[in-house]
């Protein structure tokens, strides 16, 4: 977003990626929240992450959405006295939009990595208590 406006990375720009991230963390326990509980209820982690996806696709797109639309005035019209919230603005909403996306695929496939993990060493720990020392 800065690039394509030409502005320059400055202290407002990092207060608006300072609100991002408590938008991003929103988001993502949204979805993660959703299917922790799926796999509690029994689901396999892919599923619960499928699942997850399909239903909280709607409630993700929607905080994006209305964030965006929100600060657009401050993006696409900022003048006079608003013109020095201009970078702030252009960090929070094309950061969001770039968010969202990453957090709808890369975090479920991050998960499963994290999940498959902690299954490995979990087994392994378990198979070298069994085994004889």
């Not at 207060?15 to 509690?40: E, P, R, W, Y």
């Amino acid at each position: 977003g800065h690039i394509l406006f030409g502005y320059n990375l400055q202290f407002l720009s990092m207060i608006g990626f300072l609100a991002l991230t408590g938008i991003v963390v929103n988001d993502s326990l949204i979805l993660i929240d959703f299917a922790k509980k799926k796999m509690a209820d029994g689901e396999d982690c892919f599923d619960a992450l499928v699942e997850a996806g399909r239903v909280r696709i709607r409630p993700i797109l929607l905080t994006t959405v209305t964030t965006f639309l929100g600060i657009s005035p401050l993006i696409f019209f900022a003048s006079g006295q608003t013109a020095f919230l201009s970078p702030m603005a252009v960090s929070l909403g094309f950061g969001l939009i770039f968010a969202t996306m990453l957090i709808l695929v890369v975090l479920p496939c991050f998960y499963m990595i994290a999940d498959d993990l902690r299954n490995y060493t979990s087994a392994k720990i378990r198979s070298m208590k069994e085994s004889p020392a």
